[in-house]
């Protein structure tokens, strides 16, 4: 089965922002997105609100048929509230701080179990299916088993920036990563770089893969390319 294809779209609510109107729609792309085919709807709502805003949540909430996936960090009170507000199919849990230009790790899984064994039933007693952003480490991996989520999404960034020169070597930890996730019965996304290039390599060393959350580069194709032929073009690369 291929994996599935969640679309984030942080940077359309970036360029509504940027000119203070409704321009682009970021509802309407969200429902063409999903009516080109993919399989999925992400959004990070950071706390200072730099592209996709809470009352947009709302708003896909309501409209949104595909997988709702709301990502963030949940020592945000605020954050917590809105997802449980919202109860989209799945949250995923992602250890950034308020003043990162971009998610750049994953959980500490060993160090920050206790904190994580009591958040993640939060979610989970709700419903809603759990994923938490782990660095291809195996025995991060194994801990995060331990700590009762449902998923983990290998942060994906360094795969990202390795693939160009040695895409062997880029791959490694994450085939490790991946095999001790299904060792201990963890299903399995990723995200952060993913891209036209990449992707498909990435699909096909890592037979587990159940989704994968891709945007920037996403969206940045989507300007040359044309934004349903770029969701059908990253869809073809997944199989
Ligand atoms: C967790 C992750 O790697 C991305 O999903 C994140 O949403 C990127 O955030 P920005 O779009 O704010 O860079
Ligand atoms: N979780 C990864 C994601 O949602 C999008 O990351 P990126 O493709 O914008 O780097």
Not at 55 to 74: A, Q, R, W
Not at 141 to 154: F, M, N, P, Q, Y
Not at 198 to 208: G, V
Request: proline share 4%; charged share 25%; glycine share 6%.
């Amino acid at each position: 089965m291929p994996a599935k294809l969640s679309v984030n779209i942080n940077k359309i609510a970036t360029l509504r922002n940027s000119r203070g109107g409704n321009n682009p729609d970021l509802v309407k792309a969200a429902l063409d997105i999903e009516r080109f085919g993919a399989d999925g709807i992400t959004v990070h709502p950071r706390p200072d609100e730099r592209h996709i805003r809470y009352s947009d949540v709302y708003e896909l909430k309501k409209v949104i048929h595909t997988e709702l996936n709301i990502e963030g960090n949940p020592v945000e009170d605020s954050f917590v509230k809105l997802v449980l507000e919202n109860k989209p199919a799945q949250v995923t849990l992602v250890p950034d701080s308020r003043d990162q230009l971009t998610s750049n790790h994953g959980w500490d899984t060993i160090k920050e179990a206790t904190y994580l064994k009591s958040i993640i039933p939060v979610f989970k007693n709700a419903g809603i299916r759990v994923s938490i952003f782990v660095d291809p480490v195996v025995e991060l991996v194994t801990a995060a088993k331990e700590c009762g989520t449902d998923r983990i999404e290998l942060y994906t960034e360094s795969y990202a920036k390795h693939f160009i020169n040695d895409r062997e070597a880029a791959i490694k930890n994450y085939v490790a990563a991946a095999k001790e996730a299904e060792r201990v019965g963890l299903r399995l996304n990723a995200g952060h770089d993913l891209d036209m290039n990449n992707l498909q390599y990435f699909a096909q060393q890592i037979p587990n893969l159940d989704e994968v959350s891709i945007g920037h580069a996403l969206i940045s194709d989507a300007l040359y390319f044309g934004l349903q032929n770029t969701v059908q073009l990253y869809k073809r690369q997944l199989g």
